[in-house]
């Protein structure tokens, strides 16, 4: 009889490990369950900001995933219950053999006083797409980009929002009638990096003429004066604001047996399997993406949540279960590092990055803007919208 296994999230995780589990078994049953509809390529989404993409250019619908075998279900994820290899959603209970746990991140932006009422969250689909019809009409003013706590998904978001709006307000002849600051409470621009790739990255915001302040903790954006109120006391003006919310691992593995740092799930970090608060190992339940507490080598800080290692780790857990399946030993590991991230610096340029931060000493490489660099990110976005779905 045919194993089930069940993947919560339908992110690039979840896609990606739905597909791949899709090629490699038969006879077994492929579940994934998303609260949402649509599958929404979140990188895409500061393209949309300035109008190079719309909505449905970025969307694909989950049910798509069932002419490969995999069925969708559309519910909310309550709760993990390990003990008795079940969920709980708001479509019933359902069963599994082995759980691919891919939820994501939950966002917060209730956390900062007054950032829901003033600011628009830029990884939100409607926010998203609420700023883009906002920008076409702002012709001056100051323009502030946040980051309110770490860790949060996708770090290179913030630096792709602001050096595109750099981009767009000069396409339009308006860049000299407005001021772009970004804050951030990361020591440093890419903190894995080194400093003479961070001195790099700082010229460059110089020479688009925006402000950077790092080691800045947001405390509050009061929505009555338009401003926002660091930690340390100092207040920024602005005219518009653009917040990265709080992000906390999902609110289905709270109040569980699975093991948690800072609500996210503690993981092996080469198999992604799910440690338990008891001295049992949950050899059958694995999370992975944004979901999963992977830290870098010292365990000093987060490691990067980037679509990237969601979707290596996803090729590593469906490959050591369809392993399992077949009555062989899993041999799949998962490494800490990536290579072919592309940041967008404008238009026609984007950085290529590589990480690796299982290295003892965790580190981080910056190409400098290349259009080849545009052409990754394009064509991969392509590839991903067409050939996964």
């Known amino acids: 009889m045919g194993k089930t296994i069940l993947i919560l999230g339908g992110g690039i995780g ?13 006879n077994h049953q492929i579940i994934l369950v998303d609260r949402e ?26 049910t798509d995933l069932e002419k490969k075998g995999v069925k969708f279900i559309q519910a909310e994820v309550n709760k993990v219950m390990p003990q008795r290899q079940q969920v709980e959603t708001t479509q019933g209970l359902l069963n599994y053999d082995y759980l ?3 939820l994501g991140a939950d966002q917060h932006p209730e956390t900062v006083p007054g950032q829901i009422e003033a600011a628009f969250n830029p990884y939100n689909l409607q926010d998203a797409c609420r700023l883009q019809q906002e920008l076409q009409f702002f012709k001056s003013g100051r323009i502030i980009v946040f980051i309110a706590a770490l860790p949060y998904t996708g770090p290179n978001g913030p630096y792709e929002f602001i050096c595109l ?19 951030t409470p990361e020591p440093a621009l890419f903190p894995l990096a080194s400093r003479k790739i961070n001195y790099k990255l700082a010229k460059l915001m110089t020479k688009k003429q925006i402000q950077v302040y790092t080691n800045a903790q947001v405390l509050a954006l009061d929505h009555l004066k338009n401003e926002l109120v660091l930690t340390d006391g100092r207040i920024f003006p602005g005219d518009l604001f653009i917040g990265i919310p709080t992000h906390r691992g999902s609110k289905a593995l709270q109040h569980t047996s699975l093991a948690l740092e800072q609500s996210w799930c503690l993981v092996d970090p080469h198999t992604l399997a799910a440690e338990l608060i008891s001295t049992e190992a949950a050899d059958n339940i694995y999370c992975i993406g944004d979901a999963a507490g992977l830290k870098v080598a010292d365990r000093s800080r987060w490691a990067p949540k980037i679509g990237i290692f969601a979707h290596y780790q996803a090729e590593v857990v469906a490959r050591n279960i369809a392993l399992k399946l077949s009555g062989k030993t899993p041999q799949f590991r998962y490494q ?14 984007a950085s ?11 580190r981080a490489f910056l190409l400098p803007p290349m259009s080849i660099g545009w052409l ?3 064509a991969f976005e392509k590839y991903w919208l067409n050939c996964w779905f």
């Open 14 to 26: 979840g896609t990606a490990a739905a597909n791949v589990l899709s090629k490699l078994l038969k």
């Open 100 to 102: 691919i746990v891919a």
């Open 376 to 378: 990754v990110k394009t």
């Open 336 to 349: 800490g590092k990536g290579a072919g991230v592309a940041m967008i610096t404008d238009y026609n340029h």
């Open 352 to 362: 290529l990055l590589s990480i690796n931060y299982y290295a003892s000493q965790p």
């Open 37 to 62: 509809e649509y599958h929404l390529f979140r990188p895409s989404l500061p393209l949309l900001l300035v109008n190079l993409r719309h909505p449905h250019q970025i969307v694909r619908r989950l």
């Open 165 to 183: 709006l750099d981009t767009y307000f000069r396409k339009r002849g308006v860049r000299n009638q407005i001021q772009l600051t970004l804050i």
